[in-house]
Protein backbone atom coordinates (compact mmCIF):
# COMPACT_ATOMS: atom_id res chain seq x y z
CA UNK A 1 0.00 0.00 0.00
CA UNK A 2 3.06 2.34 1.08
CA UNK A 3 4.45 1.65 -2.64
CA UNK A 4 1.15 2.39 -4.48
CA UNK A 5 0.46 5.78 -2.85
CA UNK A 6 4.09 6.86 -3.68
CA UNK A 7 3.74 5.90 -7.08
CA UNK A 8 0.15 7.31 -7.68
CA UNK A 9 1.85 10.41 -6.82
CA UNK A 10 4.82 9.96 -8.49
CA UNK A 11 2.77 9.37 -11.93
CA UNK A 12 0.38 12.07 -11.15
CA UNK A 13 2.94 14.38 -10.64
CA UNK A 14 4.76 13.78 -13.66
CA UNK A 15 1.69 14.50 -15.84
CA UNK A 16 1.68 17.82 -14.58
CA UNK A 17 2.33 20.81 -15.83
CA UNK A 18 4.83 22.37 -13.41
CA UNK A 19 2.91 25.17 -11.87
CA UNK A 20 -0.21 23.44 -11.29
CA UNK A 21 -0.56 22.80 -7.55
CA UNK A 22 -1.70 19.13 -6.48
CA UNK A 23 -4.05 18.95 -3.50
CA UNK A 24 -3.95 15.66 -1.83
CA UNK A 25 -7.51 15.51 -0.65
CA UNK A 26 -7.09 12.88 2.53
CA UNK A 27 -10.75 12.96 3.86
CA UNK A 28 -11.87 9.66 5.55
CA UNK A 29 -8.22 8.45 4.94
CA UNK A 30 -6.23 7.41 7.80
CA UNK A 31 -3.50 9.11 9.02
CA UNK A 32 -0.97 6.23 8.02
CA UNK A 33 -2.39 7.00 4.66
CA UNK A 34 -1.60 10.47 4.99
CA UNK A 35 2.12 9.81 6.55
CA UNK A 36 2.58 7.63 3.08
CA UNK A 37 1.91 10.60 1.02
CA UNK A 38 4.62 13.09 3.22
CA UNK A 39 7.04 10.47 2.93
CA UNK A 40 6.63 10.90 -0.62
CA UNK A 41 7.09 14.21 -0.83
CA UNK A 42 3.26 15.74 -0.89
CA UNK A 43 2.93 18.83 1.06
CA UNK A 44 -0.56 20.02 0.17
CA UNK A 45 -3.26 18.13 1.85
CA UNK A 46 -7.14 19.24 1.89
CA UNK A 47 -9.76 18.37 4.01
CA UNK A 48 -13.98 18.84 3.94
CA UNK A 49 -14.79 18.52 7.86
CA UNK A 50 -13.33 20.96 10.36
CA UNK A 51 -13.22 18.06 13.05
CA UNK A 52 -11.03 16.00 10.69
CA UNK A 53 -9.11 18.42 10.11
CA UNK A 54 -8.21 19.45 13.93
CA UNK A 55 -7.52 15.83 14.52
CA UNK A 56 -4.80 15.69 11.65
CA UNK A 57 -3.11 18.55 11.47
CA UNK A 58 -1.34 17.71 15.37
CA UNK A 59 -0.50 14.38 14.29
CA UNK A 60 0.93 15.29 10.97
CA UNK A 61 4.36 17.05 10.55
CA UNK A 62 4.40 21.14 10.49
CA UNK A 63 5.38 21.75 6.86
CA UNK A 64 2.43 20.74 5.72
CA UNK A 65 -0.03 23.12 4.00
CA UNK A 66 -3.53 22.34 5.09
CA UNK A 67 -6.31 23.55 2.50
CA UNK A 68 -10.20 23.18 3.84
CA UNK A 69 -12.25 22.25 0.66
CA UNK A 70 -15.13 21.44 2.06
CA UNK A 71 -18.42 23.97 2.71
CA UNK A 72 -17.25 26.41 5.40
CA UNK A 73 -19.26 27.27 8.36
CA UNK A 74 -18.30 30.53 10.01
CA UNK A 75 -19.16 29.20 13.41
CA UNK A 76 -16.40 26.59 12.98
CA UNK A 77 -13.34 28.92 11.07
CA UNK A 78 -11.97 29.65 15.05
CA UNK A 79 -10.91 26.23 14.83
CA UNK A 80 -8.45 26.26 11.88
CA UNK A 81 -7.68 29.62 12.35
CA UNK A 82 -4.20 29.49 13.11
CA UNK A 83 -2.93 27.09 10.88
CA UNK A 84 -5.28 27.11 7.93
CA UNK A 85 -3.41 27.52 4.63
CA UNK A 86 -5.76 28.00 2.22
CA UNK A 87 -10.03 27.98 2.27
CA UNK A 88 -11.53 26.78 -1.07
CA UNK A 89 -14.78 27.47 -0.92
CA UNK A 90 -15.96 31.30 -0.05
CA UNK A 91 -19.32 32.36 -1.14
CA UNK A 92 -20.49 35.33 1.43
CA UNK A 93 -19.24 38.05 3.02
CA UNK A 94 -20.56 36.96 6.01
CA UNK A 95 -17.95 34.32 6.21
CA UNK A 96 -15.35 36.64 4.96
CA UNK A 97 -15.74 38.90 7.62
CA UNK A 98 -15.52 35.97 10.12
CA UNK A 99 -11.99 34.93 8.11
CA UNK A 100 -11.17 38.48 8.92
CA UNK A 101 -11.77 38.20 12.25
CA UNK A 102 -10.03 34.99 13.15
CA UNK A 103 -7.09 35.63 11.28
CA UNK A 104 -6.67 39.23 12.99
CA UNK A 105 -6.55 36.88 16.54
CA UNK A 106 -3.60 34.74 15.42
CA UNK A 107 -1.97 37.84 13.58
CA UNK A 108 -2.08 36.45 10.11
CA UNK A 109 -3.62 36.16 7.05
CA UNK A 110 -5.63 33.91 5.75
CA UNK A 111 -5.61 33.11 1.99
CA UNK A 112 -9.48 32.24 0.77
CA UNK A 113 -11.25 31.32 -2.55
CA UNK A 114 -14.16 32.60 -4.12
CA UNK A 115 -16.33 29.48 -5.05
CA UNK A 116 -18.68 29.83 -7.81
CA UNK A 117 -21.20 27.90 -9.20
CA UNK A 118 -20.88 26.47 -12.84
CA UNK A 119 -22.32 22.90 -12.86
CA UNK A 120 -25.82 22.71 -14.05
CA UNK A 121 -26.46 20.38 -11.05
CA UNK A 122 -28.45 22.85 -8.36
CA UNK A 123 -26.90 20.90 -5.43
CA UNK A 124 -23.20 22.62 -6.00
CA UNK A 125 -22.41 25.26 -3.84
CA UNK A 126 -21.74 28.48 -5.38
CA UNK A 127 -21.51 32.17 -6.45
CA UNK A 128 -22.76 33.76 -9.73
CA UNK A 129 -20.17 36.30 -11.11
CA UNK A 130 -22.54 39.53 -10.25
CA UNK A 131 -22.96 38.27 -6.35
CA UNK A 132 -18.72 38.44 -6.37
CA UNK A 133 -18.53 41.77 -7.95
CA UNK A 134 -21.15 43.12 -5.19
CA UNK A 135 -18.72 41.51 -2.64
CA UNK A 136 -15.58 42.58 -3.55
CA UNK A 137 -16.63 46.19 -4.31
CA UNK A 138 -18.36 46.66 -0.93
CA UNK A 139 -16.96 49.08 1.91
CA UNK A 140 -17.37 45.85 4.33
CA UNK A 141 -15.09 43.63 2.07
CA UNK A 142 -12.51 46.85 1.27
CA UNK A 143 -12.36 46.71 5.21
CA UNK A 144 -10.95 43.70 5.72
CA UNK A 145 -7.03 43.62 6.11
CA UNK A 146 -6.62 40.25 7.12
CA UNK A 147 -7.77 37.98 4.46
CA UNK A 148 -6.53 37.54 1.34
CA UNK A 149 -8.53 36.33 -1.89
CA UNK A 150 -6.07 34.38 -3.86
CA UNK A 151 -8.50 32.93 -6.83
CA UNK A 152 -11.39 30.96 -7.83
CA UNK A 153 -12.74 27.26 -7.23
CA UNK A 154 -15.47 25.41 -8.69
CA UNK A 155 -16.89 21.91 -9.20
CA UNK A 156 -17.90 20.63 -12.76
CA UNK A 157 -20.96 18.52 -13.04
CA UNK A 158 -20.72 14.74 -12.78
CA UNK A 159 -21.31 13.76 -16.26
CA UNK A 160 -19.86 11.56 -18.42
CA UNK A 161 -19.99 14.89 -21.00
CA UNK A 162 -16.51 16.26 -21.78
CA UNK A 163 -17.49 18.58 -23.64
CA UNK A 164 -19.44 19.88 -21.00
CA UNK A 165 -17.41 19.54 -18.37
CA UNK A 166 -14.80 21.40 -20.48
CA UNK A 167 -17.23 24.39 -21.29
CA UNK A 168 -17.93 24.81 -17.37
CA UNK A 169 -14.23 24.80 -16.43
CA UNK A 170 -13.96 27.64 -19.37
CA UNK A 171 -16.52 29.90 -17.63
CA UNK A 172 -14.99 29.70 -14.28
CA UNK A 173 -11.42 30.83 -16.46
CA UNK A 174 -13.09 32.98 -17.71
CA UNK A 175 -15.05 34.73 -14.35
CA UNK A 176 -11.15 34.40 -13.07
CA UNK A 177 -10.28 36.64 -16.09
CA UNK A 178 -13.06 39.19 -15.46
CA UNK A 179 -12.11 39.38 -11.83
CA UNK A 180 -8.90 39.84 -12.77
CA UNK A 181 -9.00 42.43 -14.59
CA UNK A 182 -11.63 44.78 -13.15
CA UNK A 183 -10.60 43.97 -9.24
CA UNK A 184 -7.37 43.01 -8.95
CA UNK A 185 -5.63 44.04 -11.57
CA UNK A 186 -1.92 44.65 -9.93
CA UNK A 187 -2.32 41.86 -7.01
CA UNK A 188 0.40 39.13 -7.66
CA UNK A 189 -1.39 36.86 -5.27
CA UNK A 190 -4.77 36.77 -7.03
CA UNK A 191 -3.66 33.85 -9.41
CA UNK A 192 -5.31 30.83 -8.36
CA UNK A 193 -8.38 28.91 -10.25
CA UNK A 194 -8.76 25.66 -8.47
CA UNK A 195 -10.80 22.91 -10.23
CA UNK A 196 -10.66 19.70 -11.22
CA UNK A 197 -10.49 16.66 -9.15
CA UNK A 198 -9.60 12.70 -9.97
CA UNK A 199 -11.96 12.11 -13.09
CA UNK A 200 -11.76 15.92 -14.83
CA UNK A 201 -8.33 17.45 -13.87
CA UNK A 202 -6.69 17.08 -17.45
CA UNK A 203 -9.80 18.93 -18.53
CA UNK A 204 -9.48 21.47 -16.15
CA UNK A 205 -5.66 21.93 -16.69
CA UNK A 206 -6.46 22.05 -20.31
CA UNK A 207 -8.83 25.12 -19.61
CA UNK A 208 -6.39 26.81 -17.41
CA UNK A 209 -6.80 25.32 -13.68
CA UNK A 210 -3.45 26.25 -11.40
CA UNK A 211 -4.56 23.98 -8.74
CA UNK A 212 -6.30 20.17 -8.59
CA UNK A 213 -7.72 18.33 -5.98
CA UNK A 214 -7.02 14.78 -5.94
CA UNK A 215 -8.12 11.43 -3.91
CA UNK A 216 -8.92 8.96 -5.16
CA UNK A 217 -6.70 8.54 -7.75
CA UNK A 218 -3.63 8.58 -5.12
CA UNK A 219 -5.25 7.20 -1.92
CA UNK A 220 -7.63 4.56 -3.63
CA UNK A 221 -11.53 4.33 -3.99
CA UNK A 222 -12.51 3.10 -0.47
CA UNK A 223 -12.91 5.62 2.27
CA UNK A 224 -11.88 4.73 5.53
CA UNK A 225 -15.01 6.14 8.28
Not at 13 to 42: C, F, M, N
Not at 54 to 63: I, N, Q
Not at 177 to 203: A, C, H, R, V
Request: glycine fraction near 6%; hydrophobic fraction near 40%.
Amino acid sequence: MTTSIAENLLNIKQSLPTKITLVAVSKTKPLDKLQHAYDAGQRVFGENKVQELREKEPAMPKDVQWHMIGHMQSNKVKYIADYIDLIHGVESIKLLKEINKQALKHRRVIKVLLQFHIAKETTKFGLQINEAMEILTSTEFQKLKNVQVAGVMGMASNTENKEQVLKEFQSLKSIFSTLKTTQFPSEDYFKEISMGMSGDYKIAIEAGSTMIRVGSSIFGKRNYV
